[in-house]
């Protein structure tokens, strides 16, 4: 199927923790996102990278580190676990070039911190 | 289960009626907005959009309308079904095609159908 998967859907950790995240996107797209969602639903970017490069980092605590191996592939690792990173985080891809320019999201990691 | 999305702005609307869910933009500049819809547990799903060059764009039981005049942005839902139901965003991008581009969320509408 062609989609945007993360993996792991769930993740449960203790403060202090070190974990990361993995997204992979089998659109042709160049252009991958990490968006954070917090308890009110509300969706705020965190980093954008076009063909591997970083181009957005909005002002993301450095325990965040977005790294991108190819352009299909974005991870997140989180560094330190804290309370407040507790969220569900979002990957998601577009395409620069075509008719549309909405994101493909994938279905999302509910991190929980303990 | 979810606890999540207590103070969002819900909108209950009998199954079959239309639904007008309403958006205010922040940025005279966007040039490009697209609807999204997300149900329980998934990701957010496109819906339509709609460049600033246009007032209207329909799709399939949906209609985007924008006003640009007082940066307004509202996604009619026609015969609303128990499908439906799910929390919806609007969305805006100042230059869809940069490569700096990114799309900036509204605080979404939880719409309710009642059967």
């Known amino acids: 199927d062609t989609a945007v998967s993360q993996t792991p859907k769930y993740l449960v950790t203790q403060m202090g923790n070190d974990k990361s995240i993995k997204c992979e996107q089998n659109?042709?797209?160049?252009?991958m996102y990490w968006y954070k969602q917090d308890s009110k639903k509300f969706l705020k970017i965190m980093f954008s990278?076009?063909?591997?490069?970083?181009?957005i980092n909005e002002t993301v605590p450095n325990r965040f580190s977005p790294k991108s191996p190819d352009k299909a592939h974005l991870n997140l690792h989180i560094n330190s676990l804290e309370l407040g990173d507790s969220a569900v985080y979002f990957c998601?891809?577009?395409?620069?070039?075509?008719?549309?320019?909405?994101?493909?999201f994938g279905s999302g990691t509910r991190l929980t911190v303990v | 289960g979810e606890s999540v999305g207590l103070h969002l702005p819900t909108l209950s609307v009998q199954e079959g009626d239309n639904s007008i869910i309403n958006c205010a933009y922040s940025?005279?500049?966007?040039?490009?907005f697209i609807w999204y819809k997300q149900e329980s547990g998934k990701g957010p799903q496109f819906i339509i959009d709609?460049?600033?060059?246009?007032d209207k764009r329909q799709g399939q039981r949906v209609t985007v309308l924008l006003n640009k005049t007082v940066k307004h942005l509202s996604l009619q839902i026609a015969a609303t079904q128990p499908g439906d139901s799910a929390v919806y965003f609007c969305?805006?991008?100042?230059?869809?095609?940069?490569?700096?581009?990114?799309?900036?969320f509204g605080g979404g509408t939880r719409v309710l159908v009642k059967p």
């Open positions: 990278y076009n063909n591997k490069e970083l181009i």
């Open positions: 998601a891809s577009t395409s620069r070039t075509g008719l549309s320019y909405g994101y493909t």
């Open positions: 659109l042709g797209h160049d252009t």
């Open positions: 969305a805006e991008n100042i230059i869809p095609e940069a490569a700096g581009n990114k799309l900036t």
């Open positions: 940025n005279s500049a966007s040039d490009y």
């Open positions: 709609i460049r600033s060059n246009m």
